[in-house]
């Protein structure tokens, strides 16, 4: 991939922090105390180291999740890259690319809603729609059944924004890839 002309990249919320530092330690720091505690009961240690080993790679994972930072969408002359998850990374070049466009998801909650927007890469690669999940998500995200895709989703510490990005995808993109803004 050449030169990136736009890059997004996810930023570090404060919920975030709370979720991927204070909590696992927290339960670290519980799993401590009952090993302090001492108690007689059958397998009490067992559970303290348990607790003290799980929460503590949780706590672990949660720093490289806070020092990294992962690129949610990359823009070049020559293609759109991005990663999924903690270790996917993905490219499409422009000549695979047969779409891009803008979605926005509703997720409701117990308490109330948040949305969820995603830049979606629409592919001619079989290769990227294999998976029942990718199927599943594709369903939502309203991809043709027929078509293969990638998904960049813009959480509330992306730095950039999604009209942003697509005015950068714009600029870029080959005149046979269309660009939508579908998002609300």
């Given at each position: 991939?050449?030169?990136?002309?736009?890059?997004?990249?996810?930023?570090?919320?404060?919920?975030?922090?709370?979720?991927?530092?204070?909590?696992?330690?927290?339960?670290?720091?519980?799993?401590?105390?009952?090993?302090?505690?001492?108690?007689?009961?059958?397998?009490?240690?067992?559970?303290?180291?348990?607790?003290?080993?799980?929460?503590?790679?949780?706590?672990?994972?949660?720093?490289?999740?806070?020092?990294?930072?992962?690129?949610?969408?990359?823009?070049?002359?020559?293609?759109?890259?991005?990663?999924?998850?903690?270790?996917?990374?993905?490219?499409v070049?422009?000549?695979?690319?047969?779409?891009?466009?803008?979605?926005?998801?509703?997720?409701?909650?117990?308490?109330?809603?948040?949305?969820?927007?995603?830049?979606?890469?629409?592919?001619t690669?079989?290769?990227?729609?294999?998976?029942?999940?990718?199927?599943?998500?594709?369903?939502?995200?309203?991809?043709?059944?027929?078509?293969?895709?990638?998904?960049a989703?813009?959480?509330?510490?992306?730095?950039?924004?999604?009209?942003?990005?697509?005015?950068?995808?714009?600029?870029?993109?080959?005149?046979?890839?269309?660009?939508?803004?579908?998002?609300?």
């Amino acid at each position: 991939m050449t030169q990136p002309t736009f890059t997004a990249i996810d930023r570090i919320t404060p919920k975030a922090l709370l979720v991927y530092l204070v909590g696992p330690w927290a339960f670290v720091a519980v799993g401590l105390l009952m090993l302090e505690e001492g108690d007689d009961e059958p397998g009490g240690a067992f559970i303290s180291w348990l607790c003290i080993a799980f929460f503590g790679l949780c706590g672990l994972l949660g720093i490289w999740a806070l020092i990294r930072r992962r690129i949610v969408l990359q823009v070049s002359r020559t293609g759109l890259a991005g990663e999924e998850g903690l270790w996917r990374k993905w490219y499409v070049p422009w000549a695979q690319v047969t779409s891009v466009y803008s979605h926005t998801q509703v997720v409701k909650q117990r308490i109330g809603s948040t949305k969820q927007h995603y830049i979606v890469v629409v592919t001619t690669d079989p290769a990227t729609a294999t998976s029942w999940e990718r199927r599943a998500s594709g369903n939502l995200l309203d991809v043709p059944p027929e078509s293969a895709f990638h998904a960049a989703a813009w959480s509330p510490g992306v730095k950039e924004s999604i009209t942003e990005a697509l005015v950068a995808i714009a600029d870029v993109a080959p005149v046979h890839v269309t660009v939508e803004d579908r998002h609300q």
